[in-house]
């Protein structure tokens, strides 16, 4: 078990920016084949009708929810603008994206992320949006808005996205179970040892009925959260890296660390124990849990 002191905030901070935006892109379409093309007759323009705009992102049912509220408030503002909003969960959406793409009709826009923009960029399916950033200043002031996140979706020096914002990682205490056991709230001087004799202290029980003091973190966004908040990391620099860390003491410190929590102290559920959990942290049983806070809105 690791003994390192760490206060409550900054444990807080090393569980924060984990996915560092998520970012909305535009997708660039086809260009056309080389070779001349016999130009139209000039027709009578045509009555300009309302513009559709396709876009694509993933979430639960209530980040769902908001794209179409977004959608139709904007809409409601831009009559002239049509928004079709096509939501998917995030374990399809990766496989849809990329079939869209493949097939020659991607939406318009679409919600991204760390994982998949580096694919994206390379595939030439993203459009410049550098004009558009110069063209509207107000998206580059920081006293506006995190514009450091926007270096993320930045490749020899264009801007391919916006950023929603930030991903952060905290923990999230269920304080039925904290009552149960007669614990108090975490102090600010809070450390990882502390979190461990938390999670011993509330599990309890057998069975399809055991009570766990935390949910395992075999999920990359939460061992990389927790590793940074070591001080380590898994390249040497973000972009263009030439060493990869994993070996790093940090790295391994991260791993025993979760790894003990489940099979030393059994105090968050193996991944067979886990997928009996029905409802996962819903269910009650689960006394803390590491995850980003985009969970408050299905709580």
């Known amino acids: 078990m690791i003994d390192k002191r760490i206060s409550r905030r900054g444990m807080l901070k090393g569980l924060g920016l984990t996915m560092v935006g998520m970012a909305l892109a ?3 379409p086809s260009m056309p084949k080389e070779g001349l093309v016999a130009e139209k007759p000039k027709e009578k323009p045509a ?5 559709t705009i396709r876009f694509s992102g993933w979430g639960n049912v209530e980040e769902l929810t908001l794209y179409d509220n977004i959608a139709k408030a904007y ?6 603008v049509k928004i079709e909003t096509i939501g998917l969960p995030g374990s399809e959406y990766a496989q849809k994206l990329f079939a ?3 097939s020659g009709n991607p939406p318009d826009c679409i919600r991204t992320g760390t994982q998949y923009f580096p694919t994206l960029w390379a595939d030439g399916v993203l459009l410049d949006l550098t004009p558009y950033f110069e ?4 998206l580059l002031d920081d006293k506006l808005y995190m514009t450091k996140l926007l270096e993320i979706y930045e490749m020899d020096g264009k801007k391919y996205a916006t950023v929603i914002g930030p991903n952060v990682m905290a923990t999230f205490l269920n304080m039925d179970l904290l009552e149960k056991v007669g614990l108090e709230y975490p102090s600010p001087e809070w450390t990882y040892n502390d979190y461990v004799e938390m999670a011993v202290k509330m599990t309890g029980g057998e069975g399809v ?4 003091g935390s949910s395992n973190a075999y999920w990359w966004m939460v061992w990389e959260s927790m590793l940074w908040a070591r001080g380590g990391d898994l390249f040497d620099r973000e972009k263009n890296p030439t060493k990869c860390l994993l070996d790093s003491p940090e790295m391994i410190d991260t791993l025993r660390w979760l790894q003990d929590l489940v099979w030393t ?3 968050a559920p193996t991944v067979q124990e886990a997928s009996g959990l029905e409802g996962g942290w819903n269910s009650g049983r689960i006394g803390m849990a590491i995850n980003g806070t985009w969970a408050v809105n299905a709580r």
């Open 100 to 102: 869209w793409i493949a």
């Open 47 to 51: 009555k300009e009708g309302p513009v």
């Open 209 to 212: 009925r055991k009570e766990f």
């Open 75 to 80: 809409m409601e503002e831009n009559p002239n």
């Open 265 to 267: 102290h059994k105090a």
């Open 135 to 138: 063209a509207t200043p107000e």
């Open 26 to 28: 535009a997708c660039a």
